[in-house]
């Protein structure tokens, strides 16, 4: 039995988020509740439109929760003013998009300390090159996008997401624009950043080798947590999908 530390790096208790009203109210997520744990890589998986991207944006702060408590640490994001919620993402969590969101006049560098630049703040130097070395663009930084590969340009925007030494990370479907080789080479990284450098990871990934790389996998089904596996395997997600997949799609 894995025991749970007192102070979580992201909690949600009761998260339901719904869309709209009437004929066209959608229930996203229903009474979610889970923790993410310091130092662990997690990812979510689960059928289209199950609430996987959803949870993660409620989570983020990238999105607003209808009901119920989402939590960075000890900070509660329900009813907080956008400015502090704004300072929260800039200062505690790093994002890893399927698009790169590069800017294409920047280096490589350049882009990786935007954020911190952009919030007056000192660039820890000997965090940003274990983290540059750790991602593998030692050779790179003064290349702009348009030199770099898409697995290059991925790892720029996985340096930028640490850089700033974040709480946690989010990514959502990092690997969804890269082939199978530059997919596993951000996998790994992000595999890494958990084992080497002490970071939180949480992933959201239709793709059961992609959550092969996770310490757990948290499944959702229409809106609710209905599975979790620890140390996963790509054989085992995808028997685990198996299970509750074949009933969404015959309904």
């Known amino acids: 039995m894995t025991l749970t530390p007192l102070r979580a790096a992201a909690t949600a208790t009761g998260l339901s988020k719904v869309y709209g009203s009437g004929e066209t109210r959608v229930v996203a997520l229903e009474e979610v509740s889970v923790t993410f744990r310091p130092g662990e ?14 949870l993660m944006h409620c989570m ?27 300072r929260l993402r800039r200062d505690q969590l790093g994002f890893v998009f399927q698009s790169f969101n590069l800017l ?3 280096t490589a560098l350049e882009n990786i300390t935007l954020p911190m630049d952009i919030a007056g703040r000192k660039v820890d130097q000997a ?4 983290v540059v070395a750790t991602v593998g663009l030692s050779g790179r930084l003064s290349h702009r996008p348009r030199e770099l590969s898409g697995g290059q340009q991925q790892r720029v925007a996985c340096a930028r997401a640490l850089a700033g030494r974040p709480a946690i990370v989010f990514a959502d479907e990092p ?19 958990v084992r080497e450098l002490g970071q939180t990871v949480v992933m959201v990934t239709h793709d059961p080798v992609a959550a092969g ?4 996998v948290i499944f959702l ?16 997600v995808l028997d685990r999908m198996r299970r509750f997949d074949a009933p969404v799609r015959t309904s």
């Open 60 to 86: 983020a702060g990238l999105d607003y929760a209808t009901s119920g408590s989402v939590r960075i640490g000890d900070t509660e994001l329900v009813g907080l003013a956008d400015r502090a919620l704004t």
């Open 213 to 216: 790389y996770a310490d757990r």
């Open 127 to 130: 965090w940003l090159e274990r």
């Open 221 to 236: 089904a229409d809106g609710r947590i209905v599975d979790e596996l620890s140390l996963p395997t790509p054989g085992t």
């Open 41 to 54: 890589f997690t990812a979510i998986m689960g059928p289209s439109g199950s609430g996987k991207s959803t």
């Open 104 to 106: 294409p006049t920047l």
């Open 175 to 193: 690997t969804g624009n890269l082939d199978s080789r530059a997919g596993a080479e951000i996998l790994g990284f992000l595999q890494n950043s």
